[in-house]
């Protein structure tokens, strides 16, 4: 019974969850190298000890920076990863985030990034493999990019997430197809596109990021850590055909022992009543992130129903 009720909470809570593609032009729909080596599509296993190894930034939402990596940057060389990693701590306790990750193209070179999600146990949640980036023309505002948005919802309770941005030895065989500039004004100003051949950026293991983070709103994110308890944690794989939607979702663990109990006053009955309907309301128009922060809310104030109706409503939606 447990299994199906995780299975059907899990279904809710993740549907929706591949974004779309991003339109490119049709001369660059994939990475691919000239030989026709594909990147991988499977998360890295990296042992927890690894992890804690690394330095993670702080990173608060809002803001956009960039980061040059090169060979003073931090170094991991474990399994297929290989050179230079950008490591973030993101805010889990300010609702769903919309991150922009672009990696810039700069004299035919790019670093073409994976991204691994950790919830703050640092267990992986979420995978966005290097073709999930896609490349994106120059603008008034921006130059060549890798581009791509990630779209998370930390679970309650957490305070903080991780992101870890690396490449690997089959991405740096790899390379990415640009479009000409004069093709792309050419195509701009309605001329005729001329007959040359687009350049091509060589995949490095150093080069320059930038990370915008912000507040978002919208439901269909993906869950980043856990809400009951779990089987092992596997990481989901966004961008792919095979995205496998077994993300756990966690909460702190039952058999931790607690050296105080807060002390919660009952819910009125009228307040207890709005919570439980407007956690129904939010999950029927499909708003999971406003629903648990209406449970968080609810449970703050000592509602001892608003659990069951969060898990009951989920349950039976059709």
């Not at 993670?56 to 474990?78: E, G, K, R």
Request: glycine share 4%; aromatic share 6%.
């Amino acid at each position: 019974m447990k299994k199906q009720l995780l299975s059907l909470c899990l279904s809710a809570l993740l549907c929706n969850l591949i974004p779309a593609s991003y339109a490119t032009s049709d001369t660059a729909l994939s990475d691919t190298t000239k030989s026709g080596i594909e990147t991988t599509n499977s998360a890295p296993t990296l042992s927890l000890p690894t992890l804690q190894k690394l330095q993670w930034q702080p990173i608060n939402t809002h803001s956009t920076q960039t980061f040059i990596l090169d060979s003073a940057s931090q170094q991991l060389n474990d399994g297929h990863i290989q050179g230079a990693v950008a490591t973030f701590a993101l805010p889990a306790n300010q609702g769903s985030l919309e991150i922009t990750l672009n990696s810039l193209i700069k004299d035919k070179q790019v670093y073409s990034p994976n991204v691994l999600v950790f919830d703050e146990q640092l267990h992986p949640a979420a995978f966005y493999p290097s073709h999930y980036f896609r490349y994106q023309q120059p603008s008034i505002m921006s130059t060549d990019r890798l581009e791509g948005v990630l779209k998370l919802t930390p679970a309650l309770g957490q305070q903080r997430i991780y992101l870890l941005i690396y490449t690997t030895r089959s991405d740096l065989q790899t390379s990415t197809q640009m479009v000409d500039p004069a093709k792309a004004y050419a195509k701009g100003v309605g001329n005729s596109v001329p007959d040359i051949p687009d350049p091509i950026a060589r995949h490095t293991a150093t080069g320059t990021l930038t990370l915008k983070v912000q507040s978002e709103s919208n439901a269909g994110n993906v869950l980043i850590g856990q809400v009951f308890s779990p089987p092992a944690p596997k990481p989901i794989t966004v961008g792919s055909t095979q995205t496998v939607f077994t993300s756990p979702v966690r909460t702190t663990p039952a058999d931790v022992p607690q050296t105080t109990a807060p002390v919660v006053k009952p819910v009125l009955n009228d307040t207890e009543r709005y919570f439980n309907d407007a956690i129904k309301r939010a999950i029927n128009h499909d708003d999971v992130d406003k629903a648990l922060k209406l449970l968080d809310e609810a449970e703050r104030l000592g509602s001892p129903t608003a659990r069951d109706t969060f898990i009951k409503t989920i349950k039976y939606k059709k």
